[in-house]
């Protein structure tokens, strides 16, 4: 080995500060920073946040998998004292979402809900959220079970129904929350509108996107202040890894949030963090495909005859295909339905798939379905957000099309 080039050690350890040059002195010395507001999306899925690694050149972003880091002087570091407050795997994968959804800065968390959490800590005991009759049902769970008892206020409102938004708003409303689509209603939200009551009310207001992914909807361009995610879903998209995102453009409230991320410490680890970044590369690309394909199969099941309802932006029988059509560049890749059969066909349907995995969550390659009622929303039992225990929830994978089609077809097959 070449000592010149990799410092050997003999004898009495010296400070390893000095023999070791640190990668990460000023992130974009080796390059200019990429000019992230000229490329389109798909560059930036792929490139975004991501620079050859200084010490080495590697062009995938390195695993640091270190809790610590050397300091060259009491309280004299490059940046990174220690993992909970920075990680170099996570910044990369910070700015990446960020670039994606059009933000200034961009948190990473264990989880969407520890995202969620987090960001909620900037409500106080007396404020006012008023949030979406249709949200995952974590969401509710921590909102109504965790946040409620502790002073917070709440109130739930079809976010769809713009009149209903304005009444509801109170005078100490600080933040209107929502998701569009919904889980699992896939209901939609005029986010420009809803955003042009909460400036007038000087609430935030924060967009769960997990179901549509930057590629098809960027809700801080539509005058959202918050974007969050379950990157656990589309972004990640292998359902390998859980992980959470606080988007936003607001440099002080992201100083806020930044303080909160390390006083809480609801951080990913740094594989975590690089499994996330993988699955970014090809988001864009994936997400052709679930659209693709859902379309398709939306199509098939609204002619199938044991289908009673499908609920689908893309179909014009949405009530808000208009809207879809206006606010997203395609329609998703999660389709709802129910059946003539209701429950009980629902369950049978749900046996019999080979291809679509009963499973929870969504997003990943690979097709999955499930009864939201007692599944994900177990949680909305008995609230007013309780859900038909007949839905059945499907997230349309990247498989061929026509094999999942098939796989549908032989499992209605089975209850008719
Ligand atoms: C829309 C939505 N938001 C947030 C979450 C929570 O994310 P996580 O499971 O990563 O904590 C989920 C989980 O299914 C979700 O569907």
Redesign the pocket.
């Known amino acids: 080995m070449d000592s010149s080039v990799y410092p050997v050690t003999t004898g009495s350890l010296p400070n390893a500060a000095a023999v070791i040059q640190f990668p990460h002195q000023i992130p974009n010395e080796v390059k200019p920073a990429m000019p992230n507001n000229q490329y389109h999306l798909e560059t930036l899925a792929v490139h975004a946040g991501v620079e050859p690694d200084p010490l080495t050149g590697a062009v995938m972003t390195p695993i640091y998998q270190t809790s610590t880091y050397a300091q060259t002087d009491v309280a004299q570091h490059k940046g990174y004292e220690y993992s909970r407050t920075d990680n170099p795997t996570r910044t990369a994968l910070q700015k990446a979402l960020a670039a994606l959804e059009g933000g200034s800065h961009a948190l990473a968390f264990s ?4 995202a ?1 959490d987090t960001l909620l800590r900037l409500i106080k005991p007396g404020e006012h959220v008023l949030c979406g009759n249709d ?2 049902g ?2 509710f769970r921590l909102f109504d079970k965790i946040l409620r008892p502790n002073g917070v206020e709440f109130s739930y409102v079809n976010t769809g129904n713009l009149e209903e938004v304005q009444q509801a708003v109170q005078a100490h409303t600080r933040l209107i929350w929502l ?1 569009t689509p919904t ?1 699992p209603m896939l209901r939609l939200t005029d986010i420009a509108a809803i955003a042009a009551i909460a400036r007038q009310q000087g609430a935030w207001l924060g967009v ?1 996107n ?2 549509a992914s930057p590629i098809l909807q960027r809700p801080l361009t539509l005058g959202a202040d918050f974007v ?1 995610h ?4 589309y972004i990640g998209g292998h359902s390998d890894v ?3 995102t606080i988007i936003l453009n607001d440099t002080a409230v992201y100083e806020q949030l930044k303080y909160l991320q390390n006083a809480i410490g609801a951080v990913p680890g740094p594989m975590d963090c690089f499994l996330t970044l993988r699955g970014i590369k090809t988001l864009a690309i994936r997400i052709k495909q679930h659209c693709a394909s859902a379309r398709q199969i939306a199509g098939w099941l609204e002619d199938h005859p044991a289908v009673a309802q499908v609920i689908y932006p893309g179909l014009e029988s949405h009530p808000q295909h208009e809207l879809a059509q206006r606010q997203m560049a395609d329609f998703g890749g999660m389709i709802s339905f129910i059946l003539h059969g209701g429950e009980a066909a629902a369950r049978q349907l749900a046996r019999h798939t080979h291809l679509f995995t009963l499973a ?3 997003g990943g390659v690979e097709s999955l379905i499930e009864l939201p009622a007692p599944m ?1 929303h177990a949680s909305v039992a008995d609230s007013p957000l309780a859900v038909d225990p007949g839905l059945v929830r499907i997230s349309v994978g990247i498989e061929n099309t026509q094999d999942l089609i098939t796989d549908l077809a032989q499992a209605l097959h089975h209850i008719q």
Do not use: H, P, R
């Not at 989880?111 to 520890?114: D, I, K, N």
């Not at 379950?230 to 879903?233: I, L, Y």
């Open positions: 989880s969407g809900m520890a969620i949200v995952y974590g969401t998701e889980n769960d997990t179901f969050v379950s990157t656990t879903k859980v992980g959470g929870e969550s969504l994900t």
